[in-house]
Each structure stands twice: as structure tokens, then as C-alpha cells.
């Protein structure tokens, strides 16, 4: 029987051997990431998915190492894998479900999230499939600050190149709230952006403020957004005009963060415009799909009294969902200004469902620049209700004239899954020679 440092071992002699055979065969990568197939409810699921699809196609072979589909809350079975992907699924546990008496845990066992408990199974396991696939890079993916603690581990033991998706900033001024857990995110981070042989982030905006936070390293970060699947597309109607003899239809497809997307000073600006008779319930519907937070919504639209233009929906799979979007009259996007180097990975699906869009979310933020670049002009902050009135009035009208823009064609296609794999491919094929110094 190997002992742990045996196995250590063979697991380096696998990952140097694995390397020096990189030009004679398809290159391989482990992929480390909590959102994956069954998990429902997270557009986040998308861009591993997707990423792993496309791959093969320029020369890299995938593994995903993820948790026990028993840990998600919600799951969808209509999402197909690749035949071909090997998916290792490693149990965990959720503090607030598995470790509460009467609703409370102890804080210790959520650090760095709730999920922390996946690092002791991932890291054996993932141990398990370097040695058996003898992969040439690792890849490890945020929100969940535990994979990248995984990717840390993997990539110090076997000294392989490690390329770590951010998506979007991890300790920030006020999150998160509970000062240990923002050390334990700070902790994370650093070690992160010191191994890493590059960092990814989604927007422009979040990459810059690494750059600036971690100078030395700024030459290893680099940008690549989110996107659409053209695949899920393909066979769907095309959008059309709005329908005479009903009210506008205005959809917000995905959660509603009660702090990142309050839309306080949405139901705010409709109680103006109901008080003004500038706009009716008879002319606009907000249908708000799969929003999580209803009963906040609902709240909400109380305290305004707007709860008649407003109507919630269930969660549909991702394929009727992008329908959904298509056969709206138009697209909601909301996005606070403290998230202005985030953009909502909804929005390139958004962009590709070819409807008018209305951006409440800060102009000067990487939302409201990534709409601008999409040409599309009613755009108002999130925080603001009387700009949001006026903006509501404005879009409406011009709705009904025929003359709000949709987006341009020429943007849209750049934002393909495909393409932003290709961007991957290319980081990955740039780390396979780099060996960064261990932290």
C-alpha cells in the first residue's frame, strides 16, 4: 500500500511526464468547478459546460471534478453532458443544511463558504485523476472560493500549470460581511493570484482593479468574458414584433439578488408612472422568471402598490428559458453600482436573443459599457427611480413606435461560447511550459 507521500510522488513523476509528452498527443486538462449539470438555477453552470464541450475541438481533452449532484438544492435533468466527458463526482456537505440545529451552524465550518467541506474529498480525488489522466494544466473556477482552494492544493503538490477563473473579484470593500470569512476570501486570493500561471476575470473592469492590487502578477491576468451557446439556439423562432391587444412584455430571466439587483427604485419609478397615467398595468408586464427571491419581490411591489404589473415565474430549462427571451417584447438587466466591474452572464444570452433591451445599471460600469458597445441606448441606474421613470416612459414609446434598438449583429456574434473557448485554449496552450515558483 502507498503511503500519502508515495502516492505525492507518483502524482509529480505523472504531471512531468504528462508535460514532457505534451506535443505528441491531444493536451489535457482537469477542470475544477462547483456549478455543474444537474445543479439548477445558476447561469455560472453555462460557462464550465460550455467550455468543456468545446475544447476538444482545439486540442484539448477535459475532466470535470465537481461535487455529488446530492448537494445542490435544485437539479435539472435536461441538460445532456458530452458522451464523451468524464465528470468525477466527490461528496461535500452545506454547512447551513447539513450542520444547523434550529437554522444555525457554526461560522467556522462555512469558511471559506459553505461548501468547504468539498476540499477534503476533491483534493484525494483529484489526486486519483491526475495520476489515471495525467493531465498538462488544472483549471479551477470561482464563485465558490473552495475550488480554487482545491486548484491551490492540486497545482502546489503536482507542480502543474494552473489557470484559475476569477469571473469576477473576490474579497471586496464589504464582501464579505463577516470579517473572517473576508480574511478567509482575502487568504484564498492571494495565494491564487501568486500560484496561478494566469487569472481570468469576465469583464474589463475586474481585471484592471487585479492589476492594479497585485502589480507583480499583473501580467499574468487576463479577460475573457461570458457568452451564449449558438448550439441552444439553434432551431428556436426567430423574435418578433410585439403582439396588438396586450400589455408589453418586459422580462427579468434569472435571480434577483436582494442587494446586487434591489429593484426598489424600479417599483419606485411605476408607482410614478401609474400616478402620472404615463404608464398602465394594461400597457406593462414585468415577468420575472425564476427570480429565487419571490416573497422580497412581492414585498416589494406591495410597499409600492404595483404588484399588478409585475408577475412571477417558475424555473423552465435553460433551452425554454432562452425561447422565453426571444418571444419577449423586451429584456430586463439589472445591476447595481457596486457591482460595476460585473456584468450579469445572462446579458450575452440577452444580447443574442436579438430583443430591445433596458440596462438599469450604472452607465459608467462594465454594464452599462457593454450595452453601449451592443448599440443600445436605454440605460439608467439601478439605484435611481426618476431616471428609471423617465427611461421606462421613453423605452415604451418607443417600443410601440418600432424605433427601439436592438442589438447589432455584428457584437452579438462575437460572444459565442465557441469563440471565448478559443480564448481559453490559447491561455492554456501558453501556460503548458510555464512552471510558476512555489508560494
Known amino acids: 500500500m502507498h503511503t500519502v507521500a508515495a502516492d505525492y510522488y507518483i502524482v509529480v513523476l505523472s504531471a512531468n511526464r504528462a508535460a514532457a509528452s505534451a506535443s505528441m498527443m491531444q493536451k489535457r486538462v482537469l477542470m475544477v468547478a462547483f456549478h455543474f449539470p444537474p445543479m439548477r438555477g445558476s447561469s455560472g453552470i453555462q460557462r464550465t459546460l460550455r467550455f468543456a464541450r468545446y475544447l476538444p475541438e482545439f486540442g484539448w481533452e477535459p475532466q470535470i471534478l465537481t461535487v455529488h449532484s446530492r448537494i445542490y ?7 445532456k453532458l458530452p458522451p464523451e466527458l468524464v465528470v468525477h463526482r466527490v461528496p461535500a456537505f452545506d454547512a447551513a443544511r447539513h450542520f444547523a440545529i434550529g437554522k444555525r451552524y457554526p461560522s467556522f465550518l462555512a469558511r471559506p463558504d459553505r461548501w468547504a467541506s468539498w476540499w477534503w474529498s476533491a483534493v484525494p480525488a ?6 489515471a489522466f495525467r493531465p498538462h494544466a488544472l483549471w ?3 464563485p465558490i472560493a473552495t475550488a480554487h482552494a482545491i486548484g491551490h492544493t492540486l497545482a502546489r503538490i503536482t507542480r502543474l ?13 464589504g464582501y464579505p460581511t463577516d470579517p473572517a470569512q473576508w ?8 495565494r491564487t493570484i501568486g500560484r496561478a500561471v494566469r487569472s481570468i476575470f469576465t469583464t474589463p473592469g475586474a481585471a484592471d482593479e487585479y492589476r492594479a492590487r497585485y502589480p507583480a502578477y499583473a501580467k499574468r491576468i487576463d479577460v475573457i468574458e461570458n457568452g451564449y451557446d449558438e448550439e441552444m439556439f439553434r432551431g428556436l423562432p426567430e423574435a418578433n414584433a410585439k403582439r396588438k391587444g396586450r400589455p408589453i412584455v418586459l422580462l427579468h430571466s434569472g435571480i434577483v439578488y436582494p442587494l446586487d439587483r434591489d429593484p426598489s427604485a424600479l417599483f419606485q419609478a411605476l408607482q410614478t408612472l401609474r400616478a402620472s ?9 414585468i415577468v420575472f422568471r425564476a427570480p429565487v427571491h419571490e416573497d ?10 404595483v404588484r399588478d404589473f409585475i408577475a412571477i ?9 432562452l425561447e422565453e427571451m426571444i418571444d419577449a417584447d423586451a429584456l430586463l438587466v439589472m445591476q447595481a453600482a457596486t457591482c460595476n466591474q460585473q456584468i450579469p452572464a445572462k446579458l450575452y444570452e440577452y444580447l443574442r436573443a436579438g430583443r430591445p433591451i433596458i440596462g438599469l445599471a450604472d452607465p459608467a460600469g462594465d454594464t452599462g459599457a457593454a450595452l453601449r458597445s451592443a448599440g443600445l441606448i436605454h440605460i439608467a441606474a439601478l439605484e435611481d427611480p426618476q431616471a428609471i421613470a423617465m427611461l421606462l416612459r421613453d423605452f415604451v414609446a418607443d417600443l410601440l413606435a418600432g424605433r427601439a434598438p436592438v442589438p447589432s449583429i455584428g457584437h452579438v456574434r462575437l460572444g459565442s461560447r465557441r469563440a471565448r473557448t478559443s480564448e481559453l485554449a490559447s491561455v492554456l496552450d501558453d501556460a503548458i511550459p510555464a512552471t510558476p515558483a512555489a508560494q
Open 73 to 79: 438544492d435544485a437539479v435539472d435533468g435536461s441538460e
Open 296 to 305: 422580497r419581490l412581492l414585498e416589494l411591489a406591495d410597499r409600492f402598490r
Open 277 to 285: 397615467g404615463d404608464i398602465s398595468p394594461d400597457e406593462l408586464r
Open 183 to 190: 480574511q478567509a476570501f482575502s487568504k484564498i486570493e492571494s
Open 140 to 142: 479551477s473556477t470561482y
Open 313 to 321: 415565474g417558475a424555473y423552465l430549462p435553460y433551452r425554454e428559458a
Open 126 to 131: 483529484g489526486l486519483a485523476a491526475i495520476r
Open 161 to 173: 500549470p494552473w489557470i484559475a477563473d476569477f469571473r469576477d473579484p473576490m474579497a471586496q470593500d
